[in-house]
């Protein structure tokens, strides 16, 4: 095209715009192209011969006439740009716009967001989500559905990422954790102090879940069995209470969810009934609840989710003592979250490990070592801001979970998403099985994202520290 363009031995336009007779706007473009609807890429790759199915074009020749088309609205557009407010705003616009595709924003609410992503200048997937938090909130504010059927206090408990170390930290191993932005929140009121029929109700309004805590834990279901303890071990189970939690942490993903919702209800109970416990008791009050919801938790999630800052921790094991280090970063880590949408249980991958484990113990001692080793390395890159070095040790620790078996095949793909788009490393994160991954991305995140999203997965962007 650009030859033809150039044939007179000057470059000129391939378009011509003018107003017809009638006083319509005519375009025309005359420009070189082989265009055919058979073989070839037809029937090598399938998008094509989708493409070709959605556009319904009977021949080369329409093919043709629609490429045209599309070729002159693309140089209208561009003529318009540069004659009205200049190409650079249009391709701010484009950017803002990626970028709130990116971060989420339902077609709703699309528009809005683009709208403040610019008014704002700063175009990034970070603004743009929490754009989306405050429009939607605005939007059930205003339909007067906000989730919350009270206007009690909320307390939080944070989401995490484990960027080195989990499974090898149950045996023993260091790991280096730190929250995102996603927190679980919620809130407690006292019931109805007359009713003859007291007992603590527990409402996720976004799940659905409306239950009665059963009193006898016996009687309780897997949801109620880990919140269970902390209303026992408060003795407040024969109280009159609605608990309301609101998880803004995904359900399954491998980002402390479970940990978090421990953490913001003993919270909430701690302010309602003034019982001024420490961040250590909170703490441990958590651990008990992940022992009943994993098993043989490390304690890591219910540390994170309770201090809500990047450390690096130890548990206490076989005569160690248990070590919590806050690392103190140069400069925040700029990292992807993606999200697989396939639940997992951590319980079953920290099993399914332990059994490996109890057959082969030299074996998986020895993986446990390497990730125990590169973990320490790793507090030096998180430190002083190596990314390089960082991403080298990601990719090496997500090989090494690979080799315990705790991958899967969506995150094998969104690894090699990542890493394939630029990530520095990529690898599992918290239990594998499904769940989540963490990308280090400093450059173009968005594109990142953009990828993962194209393949069905989802994306956000994190900054750590
Ligand atoms: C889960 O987030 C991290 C694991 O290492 C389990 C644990 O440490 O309790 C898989």
């Given amino acids: 095209a650009h030859a033809y363009a150039a044939r007179s031995g000057r470059y000129t336009s391939l378009t011509r715009w003018y107003k017809g007779d009638d006083g319509a706007l005519v375009g025309e473009i005359e420009i070189p192209m082989k265009v055919g609807t058979v073989g070839g890429p037809l029937q090598s790759n399938p998008t094509v011969a989708l493409n070709h199915r959605l556009l319904g074009a009977t021949s080369a020749r329409e093919l043709a006439m629609v490429m045209g088309t599309v070729g002159l609205a693309q140089n209208f557009s561009a003529i318009r740009a540069l004659a009205t407010e200049g190409i650079q705003q249009g391709h701010m616009t484009l ?4 970028v709130a595709l990116a971060a989420g924003a339902s077609p709703e609410i699309f528009e809005t967001v683009v709208e403040r992503l610019i008014e704002g200048g ?3 997937i970070w603004k743009a989500q929490e754009i989306v938090v405050q429009v939607k909130k605005a939007m059930r504010q205003e339909a007067g559905s906000e989730e919350p ?13 484990i960027l080195l170390g989990e499974h090898a930290v149950v045996y023993g191993s260091h790991a280096i954790a730190a929250p995102v932005p996603l927190a679980i929140e919620a809130s407690v009121q006292d019931g109805d102090s007359g009713s003859a029929n007291p007992g603590v109700d527990l409402i996720i309004p976004r799940w659905g879940v409306e239950s009665r805590l059963h009193k006898d834990p016996a009687h309780r279901d897997s949801f109620q069995r880990s919140l269970g303890i902390v209303f026992d071990k408060l003795g407040l189970t024969e109280r009159s209470l609605r608990i309301e939690v609101f998880p803004n942490v995904p359900r399954g993903m491998g980002l402390g969810g479970s ?3 421990a953490v913001a209800v003993i919270r909430a109970l701690d302010q309602h009934f003034k019982l001024g416990h420490t961040d250590d008791e909170i ?17 890591i999630d219910n540390t994170v989710a309770t201090f809500g800052k990047p450390l690096l ?4 094991h076989e005569g160690q003592p248990l070590l919590m280090k806050p690392l103190d970063l140069s400069k925040p880590i700029p990292l992807v979250v993606g999200i697989s949408g396939k639940e997992s249980l951590t319980a079953k991958t920290v099993g399914g490990v332990r059994a490996a484990w109890q057959k082969n113990p030299e074996l998986y001692e020895n993986i446990f070592r390497q990730i125990d080793a590169l973990t320490l390395q790793g507090v030096d890159a998180v430190q ?4 390089e070095r960082l991403g080298d040790l990601m990719n090496v620790c997500h090989g090494l979970l690979n080799a315990l078996r705790v991958s899967s095949w969506e995150i094998e793909e969104m690894v090699q998403i990542c890493r394939e788009q630029g990530a520095l490393g990529a690898k599992l994160t918290g239990g594998g099985g499904g769940g989540s991954i963490i990308a280090l991305a400093p450059e173009h995140p968005e594109r990142v994202i953009a990828a993962l999203r194209d393949a069905g997965y989802s994306g956000l962007e994190v900054r750590i520290g």
């Fill in 95 to 98: 950017h803002a716009r990626s």
């Fill in 122 to 124: 700063d175009i990034k």
């Fill in 149 to 161: 059927t009270s206007n009690a206090p909320r307390s939080q408990g944070h989401g995490k990422i």
């Fill in 259 to 261: 940990a978090a919702m």
């Fill in 283 to 299: 703490n441990a009050l958590a651990f008990e609840c992940e022992k009943v919801a994993h098993g043989t938790p490390s304690g």
């Fill in 313 to 316: 921790y130890r548990r206490a």
């Fill in 384 to 387: 002083n801001y190596q990314l």
